[in-house]
């Protein structure tokens, strides 16, 4: 039996690669075997080929201009047969292949003596399926999880039916193929791969080594592992991980040194013989998104190492048994992931125990139990060529798998299928602007002089410009977010959607298709948008340009687009019907009301209509100002004023008035950048200090003022104050100060897009958002942290005045008040209020006025009312809440967030600004306008960003 074995790459180092050329080697003992790679990369292959492996390539790729190996053909005539479309492999299949490798193709293929040729990967499929006469058998072997493809796999709508055999690696993938082919399924085999034969030496298991191996690619998370292995470390600091594989592994790099990770995590680099590295671990990990089989998952099996991994698609389910030879924990849960290595860690007996089940277990994998299973399914289908109906079958199956597509059978349902001209748009608005990347699969704009609110604007301008341009009537609805929307008439579909193709086919525009209840489901380049059945009957669409930091840590996509939905006119012909609530007006405007008005935003006037310009409810519209108190703790002349003043009350450390309560890091600068970036809406900045001003900030910025300690002290004789709860106290007496105003710490921060109303009800009550922590119902002792003695204080005033005692904190967040509502606490409460005043450094005595009392004050007397927010807190001084930052950082998910640190932390100071300077920098990457010489300054200093 003749067998060739098809790779694109036939000399790279990769999972298929590897066990390919572990069928080819072992057949080659009793069949004629011929491994044919598309292109050659490099000069040694990367794995071992038996000298009775017949190994060719067609094009030489490793120099200036691709080159075929087995024939001579003049340079120029390559260089343009290579910068040419191939026509058997579209690009969005693979986009490797072109003209050149078609003429190769062609000439190995047409006249091919194989008896069955084996393709690897759907491209190759395609390329067989259009070459290969008749009588050869066709086995495409699936060596990904084909469910999860996105274009690559568009081949197998086309072509699979004309296979004789598909063969996959697991059983959820061979059910998948028979759903989606029915009827026209060929042959489906399940078949895994095969660990080397021969000897393979064992783990003790008691080398404190975690071990993981594959490419750096963001399919393997290998970050995931990083951060559950932080949770590990403060516990077992003897222990390593250690990871085996090459790519782009800057990303992970960084994390570590984030980390303070570097003794004890490795990056191992390539290894031939990771057989010999798997007998040194003690436990396997595997943190992929998907994962096709987990050959690493087998070969650490077969040096009797447990593993812990994701339960992720498709492979490590058939491989683990969970709880026998290691555990399956949720997929990207990392938490999950560091208790199933913390259990193999800390019980030996387990850990031995499943390694020897293992260890057995791994036998059904072995190169006798598999390879004769690929030698009796390429037999069998030999065998059934001779038989009556053998190509009638395929012409039938083919027949019945094009009615199938007819029919709008979605094969692949893990990403929209693109229209036949979207790559051809793409590859032209590339070529015009060749600075734009790809991101998330989409032409994407770098831009680091954009904010998320003014990206959001751009995008309406997108669409209003484009329905003017039509002629299209359409207003602006108000709605309380910080993005836009814009109502339509349904009945206008058709020329909307048309509209926006034409308006957009030069530009990196997109169209999301969105249901009723405004969940994405797909996107599309605006160029083709009115040619997608999902986009014509969505419910709205929204329109965005998309939009990433050079840094590529903010990304500004589809959440940022414009809402443009479709309005039904009601049966009585009276009203408009919105498709989703969410807007300020209801569901339902009547058509009477329609009187046109106009909108401001951003120094814009928009259309809209009469209803949406008056203040409604549920709308929060007053300005809001915000509060810092700041200062430079590192400053000599401050330093020295501190030493003057408190005399022997100066003390090195500890939560009272200690060098760590005074430390800056710039974190004032990274949250006026959360302001500008996440809360543009903000109307003044005052920074509240001692005689001290920022060195990066702009004093000329109109919307910012530093307020010295002694403007607003109504008793200059106590200061200065280096008590932040007397700070506190007065506040509210800043000149100018607007009714409501949010009051921040400098390591608090806003980190996702939020408007007014998240902090402010719509009759301008505060919102207080309460803590778990809990405040223990016992007096003021000597012992107690200085926030709980303030919270106790609290709660015996409360208690005394209004009989209800409080029993938990607030949260590290933007504290939300009025200035009136302060300025009846102070002459409620005076005597206590003055007595923290004129303390000069925080005491046991004092009140906390405006992170706690104001609160359940406003709570008990109905000046305020209880809401929620997602907030996140890191204490960056422990190591073990490190990892948050990589979770805060990677999810963007918390709508407010807080860096604190404690006197008493176990990272060292040095470090923990290298961290905070690291993890603030890729979280606002972004310059503020309140920023010395940034472009933003320049550019947006003085406009509003009102709704």
Known sequence: MRITYLLTWADAMG??????????????????????????????????????????????????????????????????????????????????????????????????????????SPALMAVVSQLVPRRVVVVHQEHRVAELRRTSGDPYAIYAARMDAIAVLSERTRDWFGVRLGEAAPRLAVIPNAVESGYRPRSSRMNRTIMMAGRFTAEKQFDHAVSAFAQLVPDHPDWRLRIFGDGLRASVERQIAMLRMGEHVELMGTSFSLDQEWSKASIALLTSRVESFGLTLIEAMGAGVPSVAYDCPNGPREIIADGVTGFLVPPDSIDELAAGLRKLIEDDELRHDMGNRALKAVERYS????????????????????????????????????AQESEAVVFISAAPQLPADAETWAAAVHAADPELVWSHGQLTRLRDDLTPGEVAQLNLDLAVEALERAGVRYFLVRQPHPTFRIAVEADDRTTILEALAGAFTGRPAYVEALDPQGRGRGVWPAAVCATVDKVQLAASVRIFEPVLTTSQTLRMGAFYGCRIEFWETSPSGQELVAPAGGNLAGMRVSVESLTPATMGVGGRQYRTVEPFTRTLGGEFTEPVDVVYTWVDGDDPAWLSRKAEALGAQLVPTGDVQGHERFRSRNELMYSLRSI???????????????????????????????????????????????????????????????????????????????????????????????????????????????????AKNNRALLEKAYGRTLTHSFLHA??????????????????????????????????????????????????????????????????????????????????????????????????????????????????????????????????????
């Open 15 to 120: 999972g298929t690669e590897r066990t390919v050329l572990r069928q080819a080697n072992w057949l080659a003992g009793r069949h004629d075997v011929e491994v044919l790679g598309v292109f050659r990369t490099r000069e040694t292959p990367a794995f071992e080929v038996d000298d009775r492996v017949t190994s060719r390539f067609l094009v030489d790729s490793r120099g200036p201009v691709q080159r075929p190996v087995e024939r001579e053909l003049d340079v120029e005539a390559c260089r343009v047969l290579a910068a040419s479309p191939s026509r058997l492999v579209k690009s969005e299949w693979e986009p490797a292949y072109n003209a050149l490798t078609d003429l190769e193709l062609e000439s190995a293929l047409r006249e091919t003596d194989a008896d069955v040729v084996v393709t690897t």
């Open 676 to 790: 500008d970036t996440f809360a543009p809406w903000v109307n003044r900045i005052w920074i509240v200090t001692d005689r001290q001003t920022p060195e990066w900030l702009d004093l000329d910025h109109p919307k910012v003022r530093i307020v010295d300690h002694r403007d607003i002290f109504t008793d200059p004789a106590v200061l200065p104050s280096y008590n932040s709860h007397a700070i506190e106290t007065q506040l509210h007496h800043i000149e100018g100060l607007s009714e409501h105003f949010l009051y921040l710490n400098d390591d608090v921060f806003f980190g996702r897009l939020l408007g007014p109303d998240s902090f402010f009800a719509d009759a301008g009550l505060p919102k207080a958002f309460a803590s778990p922590t809990v405040i223990p119902l016992t007096p003021v002792a000597p012992t107690d942290e200085i926030f709980a003695a303030a």
């Open 367 to 402: 190169v006798d139990a598999v390879m004769p299973q690929w030698e009796a399914l390429y037999t069998e289908l030999l065998a059934g060529r001779d038989e009556p109906g053998w190509n009638e079958r395929r012409s039938a199956a083919q027949a019945l798998q094009w």
């Open 814 to 947: 933007p504290h939300a008040h009025r200035r009136s509502t302060l300025s009846g606490i102070e002459q409620e409460f005076a005597e206590a209020w003055q007595r923290t005043a004129a303390a000069r450094v925080r005491t046991r005595e004092d009140i906390s006025p405006l992170s706690s009392l104001a609160h359940h004050y406003g709570l008990m007397t109905g000046r305020s009312v209880e809401g929620t927010i997602r907030c996140a807190f890191v204490n960056v001084s422990l190591e073990n809440q490190l990892p948050k930052l990589q979770t805060l950082l990677q999810r963007r998910w918390h709508e407010v967030f807080c860096l604190n640190d404690y006197h008493d932390g176990d990272v060292p100071a040095d470090d923990q600004l290298r961290i905070m300077e690291a993890f603030l920098g890729a979280y606002f990457p972004i310059p503020s306008q309140y920023e010395r010489g940034s472009e933003r300054n320049r550019a947006v200093a003085g406009r509003g960003y009102r709704l």
